[in-house]
């Protein structure tokens, strides 16, 4: 048996020199096919390359020349046709007792009987295929198709910078990623997009497979490896706050794989076969795949994904090519591919550039989720599989509204798509055109309707929706986007931007509300250890009131750019009274300061907190003679209420805002503040759905904070509702909880003619 690395090594060596000689490429290609043959020691070596979507026999030895340019197969058809098109490896004892053996005798082929043939991939997809025969019936050995593999990949190289094949016309790596698929999701975000994908971390495109100097190479590898290795190590330790979206779990297999020996030996052993470091991790990660692709198991399918995950930051490490698709700057229309990102991620990418976000993860509350609504972007989630399916560059259509996603689309599919998505732009046009009218009732009640924001860029929003005001400025936004922690002159450049821009509208700036799954770099809080429950943790004003430093900037930032106006100031998180006393303490003693310096002070300040932990509920009398105003903010609260991660992928689709626990707890802090002089809003991702404001309105919420995109269809909603008649309902269903009090609402509104989609 042979040798199989100094086989290949051998091999290896000849292609080098093959492919830097001056010869034509069919003349490479001739002698590559026999030193192949002679390295394999096999009696007949072939090579077939894609021209004009068929395989054709581009050069052989031991089959009949006139067979050369003539031998043509179709993908799926014959022996090579099914390699190439299920991108997979055959090994035969009996070449002709497979189902798809197609006789040609013109090859002369009859004397062969064992077969085996690799896929030759190119950027992922099968441009051709390598073969071997033999007059014995007997299977290759593993050690030989690993040579064959080996080979296969510097073959590609050689193939496309010698222009060989129609790469345009090449078939995808697997059967799932050649014609049109549809995924399905969870909608994130709504709406829709069409345009093409790109990796949030992109696959490094391997430039040369064969080795200059195998002991550089290794060394590269060693190096990145060590490299990985700390990056995890750093990850895992940075997810007390909340790590940008990754998960302990996922972190725990990362890991696994990152101190995986055997994955590093193997990938050696490919360098020393003469493979480059990228081409010896891909070599090795083909394998795997090749493995794993004959394991039905769903299990293990997750954990390839893991796989493959490293092996992609391995890649990079090792290529130098770290940065993301943003660092690299999106091409028009782009459509983001990712398993998860952290808000801060997406907020790098080019809004008018980037069309939809799918993920492999995600859940409706996370941050980057909501940045994601802010800046009018819609997002398909938790969509299984996704990479697998997806190649960087393919055509895709996202309908958020349908939880769907079509990857290479079919003529047929664009057109049905493009008609939706006109009658979808109609269907908005229709709703800014409600950007002057007032929401009001059918009984006459005014509700406010204001919109969240967080970035400068959201302001014009306020005008084309038409929304009364900003009803939640998360001013945590500016320290996201920033490498370092914003100096207070740059804080009140922006809060006195945003005020212009509001042009006398109210705007409610929120205190920086960090940590938990919006983590700063730049900040940290090391000296305990890690955090368990980010979420739960060392968060918002408790950041706030421990970095005195932090708030009082940014309380002298406010007051400063609120100069001669009113200014408005949430504090996020307060769990029990006395935190609001020492938050707007802060805010005194800079306003006293303010007033020494004689510097113009706002015309007047009104304070407010927000309801996200549950206990302050309970504390609501004392609280309410200090504030001018209450916000709920639902994400924290239903998370706290149901003990349910809101960045959990698996919490995701679990428990319902229309349900009646979180409809009592509001219905009691609204009867609790009854006569108080508060004003309460709603500044969750909840009231920006119809039904789910619908039941708010039930409840007797008047104010709402929402993502901009909601203002339209629910200010629409408004004009549709008696507040007596739902308030009337809302009381019955909470005495005597229906079983589904969705449902309930569902067939209430649509009883109204009230669309509530
Ligand atoms: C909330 O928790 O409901 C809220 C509005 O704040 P954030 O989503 O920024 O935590
Ligand atoms: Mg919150």
Same mark, same amino acid.
């Given at each position: 048996?042979?040798?199989?690395?100094a086989?290949?090594?051998s091999?290896?060596?000849?292609?080098?020199e093959v492919?830097?000689s001056?010869?034509?490429?069919?003349?490479?290609?001739?002698?590559v096919?026999?030193v192949?043959?002679?390295?394999?020691?096999?009696?007949v070596?072939?090579i077939?390359?894609?021209r004009e979507?068929?395989l054709?026999?581009?050069?052989?030895?031991?089959?009949?020349?006139e067979?050369?340019?003539?031998?043509r197969?179709?993908?799926?058809?014959?022996?090579v046709?099914?390699?190439?098109?299920?991108?997979?490896?055959?090994?035969?004892?009996?070449a002709?007792?497979?189902?798809?053996f197609s006789?040609?005798?013109?090859?002369?082929?009859?004397k062969?009987?064992?077969?085996?043939?690799?896929?030759i991939?190119?950027?992922?997809?099968a441009?051709?295929?390598?073969c071997?025969?033999h007059?014995?019936?007997r299977?290759?050995?593993?050690v030989?198709i690993?040579a064959?593999q080996?080979?296969?990949?510097?073959l590609?190289?050689l193939?496309?910078?010698?222009?060989?094949?129609?790469?345009?016309?090449?078939?995808?790596?697997s059967?799932?990623?050649?014609?049109p698929a549809?995924?399905?999701?969870l909608?994130?975000?709504?709406?829709?997009?069409?345009g093409?994908?790109?990796?949030?971390q992109?696959?490094?495109?391997?430039?040369?497979t064969?080795?200059?100097?195998?002991?550089?190479?290794?060394q590269?590898?060693?190096?990145?490896?060590?490299r990985?290795?700390?990056?995890?190590?750093?990850?895992?330790a940075?997810?007390e706050?909340g790590?940008?979206g990754?998960?302990?779990?996922v972190?725990?297999?990362?890991?696994?794989?990152?101190?995986?020996?055997?994955?590093k030996r193997?990938?050696?052993e490919?360098?020393?076969?003469?493979?480059?470091?990228?081409?010896a991790i891909e070599?090795?990660?083909?394998?795997?795949?090749?493995?794993?692709?004959?394991?039905?198991d769903?299990?293990l399918?997750?954990?390839?994904h893991?796989?493959?995950?490293?092996a992609n930051r391995?890649m990079?490490?090792?290529?130098?090519?770290?940065?993301t698709?943003?660092?690299?700057?999106?091409?028009?229309?782009?459509?983001?591919?990712a398993?998860?990102?952290?808000?801060?991620?997406?907020l790098?990418?080019?809004?008018?550039?980037?069309?939809?976000?799918i993920?492999?993860?995600?859940?409706?509350?996370?941050?980057?989720?909501?940045?994601?609504?802010?800046?009018?972007?819609?997002?398909?989630?938790?969509?299984a599989?996704?990479?697998?399916?997806v190649?960087?560059?393919?055509a895709l259509?996202l309908?958020?509204d349908?939880?769907?996603?079509?990857?290479?689309?079919?003529?047929?599919?664009?057109?049905a798509?493009?008609?939706r998505?006109?009658?979808?732009r109609?269907?908005?046009?229709?709703?800014?055109?409600?950007?002057?009218?007032?929401p009001?009732?059918k009984?006459?009640?005014?509700?406010?309707? +204001?919109m969240n924001a967080? !970035? /400068?860029?959201?302001?014009p929003?306020? &005008?084309?929706t038409g =929304?009364?005001?900003?009803? %939640?400025?998360?001013t945590?936004?500016?320290?996201?986007?920033?490498?370092t922690?914003?100096?207070?002159e740059?804080?009140?450049?922006?809060?006195?931007?945003?005020?212009?821009?509001?042009?006398?509208?109210?705007?409610?700036?929120?205190?920086?509300?960090?940590?938990?799954?919006k983590a700063?770099?730049?900040?940290?809080?090391?000296?305990d250890?890690d955090?368990e429950?980010?979420? +739960?943790?060392?968060?918002? !004003? /408790?950041?706030?009131?421990?970095?005195? &430093?932090?708030?009082? =900037?940014?309380?002298?930032a %406010?007051?400063?750019?609120?100069?001669?106006?009113t200014?408005y100031v949430m504090?996020?998180m307060?769990?029990?009274?006395w935190?609001?006393?020492a938050?707007?303490a802060?805010?005194?003693?800079q306003?006293?300061?303010?007033?020494?310096?004689?510097?113009?002070?706002p015309?007047?300040i009104?304070?407010?907190?927000m309801?996200e932990?549950p206990?302050?509920a309970e504390?609501?009398?004392?609280?309410?003679?200090?504030?001018?105003?209450?916000?709920?903010?639902?994400?924290?609260?239903?998370?706290?209420?149901?003990a349910?991660?809101?960045?959990?992928?698996?919490?995701a689709?679990?428990?319902?805002?229309?349900?009646?626990?979180?409809?009592?707890f509001i219905?009691?802090?609204?009867?609790?503040?009854?006569?108080?002089?508060?004003?309460?809003?709603?500044?969750?991702?909840?009231?920006?759905?119809r039904?789910?404001?619908?039941a708010?309105?039930?409840?007797?919420v008047r104010?709402?904070?929402?993502?901009?995109?909601?203002v339209g269809?629910?200010?629409?909603?408004?004009?549709?509702?008696d507040?007596?008649e739902?308030a009337?309902a809302?009381?019955g269903w909470?005495a005597?909880?229906?079983?589904?009090?969705r449902a309930?609402?569902?067939?209430w509104?649509?009883?109204?003619g009230?669309?509530?989609?």
């Open positions: 048996m042979l040798d199989a690395i086989s290949a090594r091999i290896l060596n000849r292609l080098h492919m830097a001056r010869s034509a490429a069919q003349a490479k290609l001739n002698t096919v026999e192949i043959g002679a390295g394999l020691d096999s009696e070596c072939s077939y390359l894609l979507g068929m054709e026999l581009f050069a052989t030895k031991g089959l009949a020349q067979a050369v340019h003539v031998t197969m179709a993908l799926g058809e014959g022996l046709g099914t390699i190439a098109g299920n991108v997979e490896t055959l090994n035969l004892a009996e002709t007792a497979h189902p798809d006789f040609r005798p013109e090859t002369g082929e009859e062969f009987h064992s077969f085996a043939g690799v896929p991939v190119h950027r992922e997809r441009v051709g295929v390598l071997v025969q007059v014995d019936p299977r290759y050995a593993e030989e690993e064959l080996t080979v296969a990949m510097v590609s190289e193939i496309s910078s010698a222009g060989l094949v129609d790469e345009e016309q090449a078939w995808g790596t059967a799932a990623m050649s014609g549809q995924m399905q999701g909608t994130l975000v709504k709406g829709l997009a069409s093409v994908a790109v990796f949030h992109p696959r490094v495109t391997i430039e040369h064969v080795a200059e100097d195998t002991e550089a190479e290794r590269r590898v060693y190096l990145a490896f060590d990985m290795r700390e990056q995890i190590d750093k990850m895992a940075q997810a706050f790590g940008g990754e998960h302990d779990e972190l725990e297999t990362y890991k696994m794989f990152a101190y995986d020996e055997g994955w193997r990938i050696n490919a360098i020393d076969s003469g493979l480059t470091a990228e081409a070599r090795v990660q083909q394998h795997t795949r090749m493995r794993m692709r004959q394991i039905d769903p299990l399918a997750d954990r390839m893991d796989l493959e995950d490293m391995l990079r490490t090792v290529s130098g090519q770290l940065g698709a943003a660092s690299k700057g999106l091409r028009q229309d782009a459509i983001l591919i398993r998860n990102l952290g808000p801060a991620e997406l790098e990418y080019d809004k008018r550039r980037l069309k939809g976000v993920l492999e993860e995600g859940s409706l509350t996370a941050h980057v989720v909501i940045v994601a609504r802010a800046m009018g972007v819609p997002v398909l989630g938790r969509v599989g996704l990479r697998s399916v190649r960087e560059g393919d259509l309908d958020a349908q939880a769907i996603a079509t990857v290479r689309p079919t003529p047929a599919i664009e057109d798509f493009n008609a998505f006109a009658r979808n109609e269907k908005q046009a229709a709703r800014a055109a409600l950007r002057d009218v007032e009001r009732t009984d006459g009640q005014r509700i406010t309707v +204001m967080g !970035l /400068r860029d959201d302001m929003m306020l &005008g084309m =929304a009364d005001g900003i009803g %939640l400025f998360r945590e936004f500016q320290f996201l986007v920033s490498a922690l914003p100096a207070r740059r804080q009140t450049r922006l809060y006195r931007d945003v005020m212009d821009a509001a042009a006398g509208k109210p705007v409610v700036f929120r205190t920086v509300d960090i940590g938990g799954d700063l770099p730049y900040l940290r809080h090391d000296e250890g955090e429950n980010p979420a +739960m943790g060392w968060r918002a !004003l /408790r950041v706030a009131l421990e970095r005195e &430093g932090l708030l009082k =900037a940014q309380a002298r %406010l007051l400063e750019a609120a100069g001669g106006r200014l504090f996020p307060v769990s029990e009274p935190e609001f006393d938050a707007k802060v805010f005194d003693a306003l006293k300061w303010l007033k020494g310096q004689r510097k113009m002070l015309e007047a009104r304070y407010g907190a309801l932990v206990a302050l504390m609501l009398d004392v609280l309410a003679p200090k504030i001018s105003f209450l916000s709920i903010g639902t994400n924290d609260l239903t998370q706290f209420l149901f349910a991660d809101r960045a959990n992928p698996k919490l689709e679990r428990y319902d805002w229309v349900s009646p626990s979180i409809l009592r219905a009691r802090v609204m009867k609790n503040l009854e006569g108080k002089d508060v004003d309460i809003a709603v500044c969750g991702e909840m009231g920006g759905r039904l789910e404001a619908l708010l309105m039930g409840l007797g104010r709402l904070s929402i993502t901009p995109a909601s269809p629910i200010k629409e909603l408004i004009t549709k509702v507040t007596r739902i009337e809302m009381k909470l005597n909880p229906p079983q589904s009090l309930e609402l569902v067939a509104a649509a009883a109204r009230i669309d509530c989609d």
